[in-house]
């Protein structure tokens, strides 16, 4: 399919438009058949379009069908036929059933009456209105032949003595049969009638031609045959006659001599009746029949098989058509109905429907007939038990119903597109019709002519877009759409005409052939301005979103070319001073060394601490652990952390807290890394000699709690007005003509904001370059208890790891060296396993309770950590669910601490490892146990 791209649209203001019926009068009338279109109110169905064919099929003039169907649709229908259509427009109102039936109308204006087929079909709702559209033919000569083949049902006044059957007794001896009375009535005749059967000989009861079976019957049971079955024709006393069937089942004495019978006898009228309509149905000339066929069910036997010229079919390709012979994917060209054919005529399941009470069925598919044609057929099937036997017979007929196909396609789509031009083109002489045309709407002048092509040489010229000319006069003549319609079954094609006024518009065209002759094209246009204009909107949109993302990918890419040079700056002062210690002969040089080793370890930790902070604050992961602690533990971390910083650069640190609580409840940590980190960015910012200000001051509270705002304020460098606009964005830093002593991961910063806003407060920055920054926070805390007390050191004695054994699973040298030093330094017995099978193999042959506590690395080969405690906690001991396991991993993300926790591990420790935070959790471990 050729499609243009669609490019710098605009909105549409027209797009409202749609075709009306009377814009699509002329190709619309030249339909066969009527056409109808109903919408849904209250009082059930209401008609609101129909065309000439409906009026002229029915004898009305259009002003007197309106005014005859303003009150009900169902005006003009048969008294008779009124309940069942009535019924079929319930339920298509109530679930969207399709109607398809057949009923009788009066001819306006005479006493005649027609025969009408309707097939309605819901389509989509148009807002809260819903339609329905309707086709309409005459099958009046189709009817009329059907009920001449049953007209001697009506001579004979047939009427059904019962659905059941009806039980007699005949004794054997005597030959006396007895009836109910009811059934003796229509013989009209005593309920006892003896010399059955010879009786039947010179009574006129059964029919002449069945005497002898009859009599064959009864004789069968004097004969001594447990059972037996016949079907005969017998005539009532009102003069008309009946099909029955009868069975007997004998009773037989002591000495095995037939003593009686019970006779079951059930009409089998209708089902001859049937029989004889299904055996004449072909003679009726129904002008679309194009097979008709019969085919005994239970035995798979083909009966008669004939095209509709009275061709019979050889019997090697009879089962072809109706059961699916080799050939069937070539016959239904659709893999879908082809499933549904095969379903619909499999003889075991039509057997099973006719059990049911369904006798009728039928399916529409598309077949390609023995000249390659592919047309549109339906296949009825009607069911009937043979006459005189049990075997079901299936009638089949095939009808050709492509031309009821086209109208209902060719309306549905015309109706349901907003087109402002229709078109009928003959591809013989290329002459065209237009059926309606929205271009004077457009100031534009009438096409000249009535051939297609120089039509459009002239609407290329005078209307088409210079850029879409050349694809027009390509593709849009006679002879080149025959060619793609060939082997297509529609085009498409968009392009962008130029009105009289300058103003464009988007078009789009579909063409598609109308009749299945292939001579008759149809060519459709709509606008489709509103939306290009959203296409191009939705372009733009994409492109910005492209723009977003490359400047977020530059953004990272900075961080990792900065996290580069930050990281190997303190590995690099590591690795120096390590080689300058093993060589240094001087104690207080080698202390000086270590010291300076200690402090790029402390900033490297650092930047990968702010890493894993800012992971966990955009995960939503940050947990907040809020208890009371007093304004003077807030000032010794200033007095021991900042203020040194700032008397080595000789700032001017001014400190003043007085935010009207002594204590408060929050989370310390997070309250001290929030100015801790906006401090030293303060310190880090401030050329040596400059000032830092940071103060504090009460503001009124909210939701029950006090309010504190504190203020950073330097005289640094500043920040530039583009800078600000990111500053609190992850990744960024400015990169101005700072010192390469400044150094950081950029996103402290982000980190603050995160905290700040977690802590339900606020932050704001102002800044001029080289005039200084200044740092607003406000927070909101509950006041603490009075009588807390300033935090102490914690003593360095751990008592419960005195002598306590410990089982360390570990594979790096290093770490093992390390971890076992720190661990006996406190006291504890060490046992070292290099991998996890060694870990639980280890604790598996040790007696209960030997081990205090397991340290668990959890990346190890041969079995990792997460395994080998699952296989501990799986061991049949009592100490194997309670020893406390202690993940010590570099793995520090949220994801990660789960998996441990679900594997079974208690306490969750980072490398590089703190010697108290160790301490102290394997303590608490073991005495919490």
């Given at each position: 399919?050729?499609?243009?791209?669609?490019?710098?649209?605009?909105?549409?203001?027209?797009?409202?438009?749609?075709?009306?019926?009377?814009?699509?009068?002329?190709?619309?009338?030249?339909?066969?058949?009527?056409?109808?279109?109903?919408?849904?109110?209250?009082?059930?169905?209401?008609?609101?379009?129909?065309?000439?064919?409906?009026?002229?099929?029915?004898?009305?003039?259009?002003?007197?069908?309106?005014?005859?169907?303003?009150?009900?649709?169902?005006?003009?229908?048969?008294?008779?036929?009124?309940?069942?259509?009535?019924?079929?427009?319930?339920?298509?109102?109530?679930?969207?059933?399709?109607?398809?039936?057949?009923?009788?109308?009066?001819?306006?204006?005479?006493?005649?009456?027609?025969?009408?087929?309707?097939?309605?079909?819901?389509?989509?709702?148009?807002?809260?209105?819903?339609?329905?559209?309707?086709?309409?033919?005459?099958?009046?000569?189709?009817?009329?032949?059907?009920?001449?083949?049953?007209?001697?049902?009506?001579?004979?006044?047939?009427?059904?003595?019962?659905?059941?059957?009806?039980?007699?007794?005949?004794?054997?001896?005597?030959?006396?049969?007895?009836?109910?009375?009811?059934?003796?009535?229509?013989?009209?005749?005593?309920?006892?009638?003896?010399?059955?059967?010879?009786?039947?000989?010179?009574?006129?009861?059964?029919?002449?031609?069945?005497?002898?079976?009859?009599?064959?019957?009864?004789?069968?049971?004097?004969?001594?045959?447990?059972?037996?079955?016949?079907?005969?024709?017998?005539?009532?006393?009102?003069?008309?006659?009946?099909?029955?069937?009868?069975?007997?089942?004998?009773?037989?004495?002591?000495?095995?001599?037939?003593?009686?019978?019970?006779?079951?006898?059930?009409?089998?009228?209708?089902?001859?009746?049937?029989?004889?309509?299904?055996?004449?149905?072909?003679?009726?000339?129904?002008?679309?029949?194009?097979?008709?066929?019969?085919?005994?069910?239970?035995t798979g036997e083909t009966l008669d098989y004939a095209y509709r010229d009275g061709t019979i079919v050889p019997e090697e390709e009879r089962t072809a058509f109706l059961f699916g012979g080799d050939n069937l994917d070539f016959i239904i060209i659709d893999n879908e109905e082809r499933r549904r054919y095969k379903q619909l005529n499999d003889p075991k399941k039509l057997l099973k429907c006719y059990q049911n009470g369904e006798t009728e069925l039928s399916l529409d598919y598309r077949r390609r007939m023995s000249d390659g044609e592919v047309i549109w057929v339906r296949n009825l099937l009607r069911m009937v038990r043979q006459p005189g036997g049990d075997d079901i017979l299936l009638f089949e007929y095939c009808y050709d119903i492509e031309a009821e196909k086209i109208q209902e396609l060719m309306y549905k789509s015309l109706i349901s597109e907003n087109f402002d031009y229709v078109a009928r083109v003959?591809?013989?002489?290329?002459?065209?019709?237009?059926?309606?045309?929205?271009?004077?709407?457009?100031?534009?002048?009438?096409?000249?002519?009535?051939?297609?092509?120089?039509?459009?040489?002239?609407?290329?010229?005078?209307?088409?877009?210079?850029?879409?000319?050349?694809?027009?006069?390509?593709?849009?003549?006679?002879?080149?759409?025959?060619?793609?319609?060939?082997?297509?079954?529609?085009?498409?094609?968009?392009?962008?005409?130029?009105?009289?006024?300058?103003?464009?518009?988007?078009?789009?065209?579909?063409?598609?052939?109308?009749?299945?002759?292939?001579?008759?094209?149809?060519?459709?246009?709509?606008?489709?301005?509103?939306?290009?204009?959203?296409?191009?909107?939705?372009?733009?949109?994409?492109v910005n979103a492209l723009n977003e993302a490359e400047q977020a990918n530059r953004a990272k890419g900075e961080f990792l070319s900065r996290m580069s040079h930050d990281m190997r700056t303190p590995m690099n002062a590591i690795l120096g001073m390590t080689a300058l210690a093993k060589e240094e002969d001087n104690p207080p040089r080698t202390i000086e060394y270590l010291e300076n080793i200690n402090e790029s370890s402390k900033f490297l930790l650092g930047l990968i601490n702010d890493i894993l902070d800012l992971s966990k604050i955009e995960s939503g992961h940050i947990e907040l652990n809020e208890f009371a602690f007093s304004q003077k533990d807030f000032d010794r971390g200033i007095n021991t952390v900042i203020r040194p910083i700032m008397e080595a650069k000789k700032i001017d640190f001014v400190y003043n807290m007085d935010c009207g609580a002594t204590n408060i409840v929050a989370d310390k940590l997070?309250?001290?890394?929030?100015?801790?980190?906006?401090?030293?960015?303060?310190?880090?910012?401030?050329?040596?000699?400059?000032?830092?200000?940071?103060?504090?001051?009460?503001?009124?509270?909210?939701?029950?709690?006090?309010?504190?705002?504190?203020?950073?304020?330097?005289?640094?460098?500043?920040?530039?007005?583009?800078?600000?606009?990111?500053?609190?964005?992850?990744?960024?830093?400015?990169?101005?003509?700072?010192?390469?002593?400044?150094?950081?991961?950029?996103?402290?910063?982000?980190?603050?904001?995160?905290?700040?806003?977690?802590?339900?407060?606020?932050?704001?920055?102002?800044?001029?370059?080289?005039?200084?920054?200044?740092?607003?926070?406000?927070?909101?805390?509950?006041?603490?208890?009075?009588?807390?007390?300033?935090?102490?050191?914690?003593?360095?004695?751990?008592?419960?790891?005195?002598?306590?054994?410990?089982?360390?699973?570990?594979?790096?040298?290093?770490?093992?060296?390390?971890?076992?030093?720190?661990?006996?330094?406190?006291?504890?017995?060490?046992?070292?396993?290099?991998?996890?099978?060694?870990?639980?193999?280890?604790?598996?042959?040790?007696?209960?309770?030997?081990?205090?506590?397991?340290?668990?690395?959890?990346?190890?080969?041969?079995?990792?950590?997460?395994?080998?405690?699952?296989?501990?906690?799986?061991?049949?001991?009592?100490?194997?669910?309670?020893?406390?396991?202690?993940?010590?991993?570099?793995?520090?993300?949220?994801?990660?601490?789960?998996?441990?926790?679900?594997?079974?591990?208690?306490?969750?420790?980072?490398?590089?490892?703190?010697?108290?935070?160790?301490?102290?959790?394997?303590?608490?471990?073991?005495?919490?146990?």
């Open positions: 399919m050729l499609r243009k791209t669609v490019i710098d649209g605009k909105k549409d203001d027209r797009s409202s438009e749609i075709i009306t019926p009377e814009q699509l009068k002329t190709l619309i009338d030249s339909i066969q058949g009527g056409i109808a279109t109903y919408t849904f109110s209250p009082e059930g169905l209401k008609i609101i379009y129909f065309n000439e064919g409906l009026c002229r099929m029915l004898g009305y003039t259009r002003e007197e069908y309106e005014r005859a169907t303003k009150d009900s649709v169902i005006t003009a229908v048969f008294d008779e036929d009124v309940p069942y259509l009535q019924e079929q427009i319930d339920r298509h109102i109530e679930d969207g059933s399709p109607i398809n039936c057949t009923y009788r109308v009066h001819v306006a204006n005479s006493d005649e009456y027609k025969w009408l087929s309707i097939r309605v079909t819901p389509e989509e709702k148009q807002g809260s209105t819903r339609y329905s559209n309707a086709i309409i033919n005459d099958v009046t000569e189709q009817k009329l032949a059907e009920e001449s083949a049953l007209i001697h049902e009506a001579e004979m006044g047939l009427v059904m003595l019962q659905m059941g059957r009806i039980l007699c007794e005949y004794d054997v001896q005597s030959g006396i049969l007895t009836m109910p009375d009811e059934y003796a009535a229509k013989y009209g005749v005593a309920t006892s009638l003896c010399n059955i059967p010879y009786i039947v000989k010179n009574a006129d009861i059964i029919d002449e031609a069945y005497v002898d079976t009859y009599i064959e019957f009864y004789e069968a049971i004097r004969e001594g045959k447990p059972t037996g079955k016949t079907e005969y024709r017998e005539k009532w006393v009102d003069g008309s006659t009946h099909w029955k069937r009868a069975e007997f089942s004998s009773v037989f004495d002591s000495g095995g001599k037939p003593v009686k019978a019970i006779i079951a006898v059930e009409d089998t009228t209708q089902q001859h009746l049937q029989y004889e309509l299904e055996q004449s149905r072909p003679t009726l000339s129904e002008k679309n029949l194009l097979v008709h066929a019969l085919f005994n069910l239970n003959n591809g013989e002489n290329h002459h065209f019709d237009i059926i309606t045309n929205a271009g004077e709407a457009y100031g534009m002048s009438p096409v000249p002519g009535n051939d297609m092509d120089e039509a459009v040489r002239v609407i290329v010229r005078d209307y088409i877009h210079p850029d879409d000319r050349e694809m027009i006069t390509e593709k849009i003549n006679v002879e080149m759409l025959k060619k793609d319609l060939s082997d297509r079954e529609l085009l498409e094609y968009t392009y962008r005409m130029v009105l009289p006024d300058g103003e464009i518009r988007y078009k789009e065209i579909n063409i598609y052939y109308m009749d299945r002759q292939r001579e008759l094209i149809i060519i459709t246009r709509k606008d489709i301005s509103s939306f290009a204009f959203k296409e191009v909107q939705k372009n733009q949109e994409l997070r309250f001290n890394q929030i100015f801790f980190n906006l401090l030293s960015n303060a310190a880090k910012y401030t050329p040596e000699g400059g000032r830092v200000e940071f103060t504090a001051e009460h503001i009124p509270g909210r939701n029950g709690k006090n309010g504190m705002r504190f203020i950073i304020r330097d005289n640094g460098i500043g920040m530039s007005e583009k800078f600000l606009e990111i500053a609190f964005s992850p990744f960024t830093r400015e990169e101005r003509n700072v010192s390469s002593e400044v150094q950081g991961s950029g996103l402290g910063l982000a980190i603050v904001k995160n905290l700040v806003e977690a802590m339900e407060g606020n932050i704001s920055v102002s800044s001029t370059v080289g005039q200084g920054t200044e740092f607003v926070v406000d927070l909101y805390a509950t006041a603490g208890d009075k009588t807390v007390l300033d935090s102490v050191k914690m003593a360095d004695y751990y008592p419960a790891l005195d002598a306590a054994q410990m089982l360390l699973v570990e594979d790096n040298e290093m770490n093992v060296m390390v971890a076992q030093k720190l661990l006996e330094r406190k006291g504890c017995i060490v046992t070292v396993a290099r991998n996890g099978q060694e870990g639980v193999r280890l604790f598996s042959r040790s007696s209960e309770g030997h081990y205090s506590a397991v340290l668990m690395d959890v990346r190890m080969p041969v079995m990792d950590g997460f395994e080998a405690t699952r296989r501990i906690r799986a061991l049949d001991r009592a100490d194997a669910a309670e020893v406390p396991i202690i993940a010590m991993t570099a793995d520090a993300f949220i994801e990660d601490r789960s998996k441990m926790f679900e594997a079974g591990m208690n306490i969750h420790l980072t490398k590089p490892i703190e010697p108290h935070l160790m301490y102290s959790a394997i303590s608490g471990a073991i005495l919490s146990k």
